[in-house]
DNA sequence: AATAGGCACAACCGCAGGCCA
DNA sequence: ATGGCCTGCGGTTGTGCCTAT
């Protein structure tokens, strides 16, 4: 694993862009495509390292970015999937189309992770600050839930971003196959968001990989095999884990049962709990369903994308309590769906069910306001808090929307 | 008007890992 | 199998702007 050295650090010009920087660089692309960004600047005429180059492209000048203020349903689904995922900008980001991975972790660090702490919320755990007790007397069975839910999300939302990728590389093998030139870029950037799609495509033939299968679905329960987490699973006293295969491979479902009686079996997963011997902790049940969901099918805007992306997922979550259900639809559709007509349910997609599952239980409007609006942390109250997943986000989102920005709370 | 402090954002740094010869 | 090249990614820093004093 040789690191190769950045660049020569010597005549290279480092710091804010200039205007004809800019110029220079976007000419450059629209013109040949990036290729090797190393190469770039001495073609582009830039005293710069390829890095800077690549950089100054894939966060300010590619045409397909949105800049400027976060919407609240841009802010909402930061948070929540900084929940779930953590720190990994990258897989946030595809989940905030035209938003960069930069972008998101700037606003989060300045922003939102500032709220969070006002509130009395660690931006790390996304619980109250003073929950670290009960996580560790074994009663935040919820926290343990949660911790299961974002590594399935987490291997759920890889193997979406690997597809992501695969469906763009496809894309633009397509078009290259079509007798794109180079310069296709300045026609599809704007259906080309990331920047790895951005690559393979101003990659030489030979360094791009082959074309994946045709059937996206087989890439995702591929991608979640290879992950390991549905074989880490097996045999672990407890959990089925198992994503239908045989027959339609599309629209896999995948229900998360808790069961309020099953022994502990969350051995591995979620730190706090691994030698949790809590006979309420819950069992997690991975059902696969492959075959009758419904496909939802999405016309391709161009011809190279007549292939149909079978893109809806629906993940039941259920509980004791509640039961709530995530349609992913479309969340692993092309970046050319997105810009074609479909870019709402894709945008919205993850977003709103995740704020669905905030308003679907009448049961959770009651403990609106008081309570999660303790901005101190719950003041002895946090069994209540973590009553289940449902009550935490509602919690974090009220907070979030009842809360004005020019509020003392922010 | 000058200045200090805070804030927001762009850009940089350096590690990790995939790919290829 | 190995090493170099290249890119992705997350953390950190630098800098300009805004606001309060």
Redesign the pocket.
Same mark, same amino acid.
């Given at each position: 694993?040789?690191?190769?050295?950045?660049?020569d650090?010597v005549g290279l010009?480092?710091?804010?862009?200039t205007p004809e920087e800019?110029q220079k660089l976007l000419a450059y692309i629209e013109e040949h495509g990036?290729?090797?960004?190393?190469?770039?600047p001495a073609k582009a005429g830039l005293q710069?390292?390829?890095?800077?180059c690549?950089?100054?492209w894939?966060?300010?000048?590619r045409p397909d970015i949105k800049?400027?203020?976060f919407s609240l349903q841009e802010e909402q689904t930061i948070i929540q999937l900084h929940a779930l995922?953590?720190?990994?900008? @990258? $897989?946030? %980001?595809t989940h905030l189309p035209k938003r960069t991975?930069?972008?998101i972790?700037?606003?989060w660090?300045?922003?939102i992770k500032?709220r969070l702490t006002k509130m009395g919320i660690d931006p790390v755990t996304h619980k109250p600050k003073n929950d670290a007790l009960l996580s560790s007397d074994g009663q935040s069975k919820t926290a343990a839930n949660l911790s299961h839910m974002a590594q399935w999300e987490s291997a759920r939302l890889e193997a979406e971003?690997r597809l992501v990728r695969e469906s763009k590389i496809r894309s633009h093998s397509l078009q290259h196959q079509l007798g794109s030139s180079s310069s296709t870029f300045a026609s599809s950037s704007s259906a080309s968001t @990331? $920047?790895? %799609?951005?690559?393979?495509n101003?990659?030489p033939e030979?360094?791009?990989?082959p074309p994946p299968p045709s059937r996206s679905s087989l890439d995702v329960l591929k991608a979640w095999n290879s992950g390991g987490w549905l074989e880490s699973n097996e045999g672990n006293g407890g959990i089925v884990s198992n994503v239908g295969v045989s027959g339609d491979l599309e629209s896999p479902t995948s229900t998360l049962s808790f069961s309020e009686n099953a022994p502990p079996i969350m051995n591995g997963i979620g730190g706090e709990n691994n030698n949790n011997n809590d006979s309420a902790m819950p069992m997690i049940e991975f059902v696969g369903n492959s075959g009758n969901s419904s496909s939802l099918v999405k016309e391709e805007a161009e011809q190279e994308w007549k292939s149909t992306y079978d893109s809806s997922i629906t993940t039941t979550f259920s509980s004791g309590l509640h039961e709530f259900t995530m349609n992913m639809e479309g969340t692993w559709a092309s970046e050319s769906l997105r810009t074609s007509g479909s870019h709402d349910i894709v945008e919205e997609g993850f977003t709103n069910l995740l704020l669905k599952t905030n308003s679907d239980d009448p049961s959770l409007s009651s403990e609106d306001g008081g309570e999660s609006k303790n901005g101190d942390g719950g003041g002895g109250t946090n069994s209540d808090f973590y009553e289940d997943n449902n009550n935490y986000w509602n919690s974090i989102l009220n907070l979030v929307n009842s809360s004005p920005s020019h509020s003392p709370m922010f």
């Amino acid at each position: 694993m040789g690191r190769s050295p950045c660049c020569d650090k010597v005549g290279l010009k480092k710091g804010p862009w200039t205007p004809e920087e800019d110029q220079k660089l976007l000419a450059y692309i629209e013109e040949h495509g990036h290729g090797s960004w190393r190469a770039l600047p001495a073609k582009a005429g830039l005293q710069r390292c390829g890095k800077s180059c690549r950089l100054r492209w894939t966060n300010y000048l590619r045409p397909d970015i949105k800049r400027g203020k976060f919407s609240l349903q841009e802010e909402q689904t930061i948070i929540q999937l900084h929940a779930l995922l953590g720190n990994r900008w @990258s $897989a946030i %980001a595809t989940h905030l189309p035209k938003r960069t991975d930069n972008e998101i972790k700037n606003y989060w660090n300045t922003h939102i992770k500032k709220r969070l702490t006002k509130m009395g919320i660690d931006p790390v755990t996304h619980k109250p600050k003073n929950d670290a007790l009960l996580s560790s007397d074994g009663q935040s069975k919820t926290a343990a839930n949660l911790s299961h839910m974002a590594q399935w999300e987490s291997a759920r939302l890889e193997a979406e971003a690997r597809l992501v990728r695969e469906s763009k590389i496809r894309s633009h093998s397509l078009q290259h196959q079509l007798g794109s030139s180079s310069s296709t870029f300045a026609s599809s950037s704007s259906a080309s968001t @990331s $920047a790895s %799609a951005l690559n393979n495509n101003n990659k030489p033939e030979a360094q791009r990989p082959p074309p994946p299968p045709s059937r996206s679905s087989l890439d995702v329960l591929k991608a979640w095999n290879s992950g390991g987490w549905l074989e880490s699973n097996e045999g672990n006293g407890g959990i089925v884990s198992n994503v239908g295969v045989s027959g339609d491979l599309e629209s896999p479902t995948s229900t998360l049962s808790f069961s309020e009686n099953a022994p502990p079996i969350m051995n591995g997963i979620g730190g706090e709990n691994n030698n949790n011997n809590d006979s309420a902790m819950p069992m997690i049940e991975f059902v696969g369903n492959s075959g009758n969901s419904s496909s939802l099918v999405k016309e391709e805007a161009e011809q190279e994308w007549k292939s149909t992306y079978d893109s809806s997922i629906t993940t039941t979550f259920s509980s004791g309590l509640h039961e709530f259900t995530m349609n992913m639809e479309g969340t692993w559709a092309s970046e050319s769906l997105r810009t074609s007509g479909s870019h709402d349910i894709v945008e919205e997609g993850f977003t709103n069910l995740l704020l669905k599952t905030n308003s679907d239980d009448p049961s959770l409007s009651s403990e609106d306001g008081g309570e999660s609006k303790n901005g101190d942390g719950g003041g002895g109250t946090n069994s209540d808090f973590y009553e289940d997943n449902n009550n935490y986000w509602n919690s974090i989102l009220n907070l979030v929307n009842s809360s004005p920005s020019h509020s003392p709370m922010f």
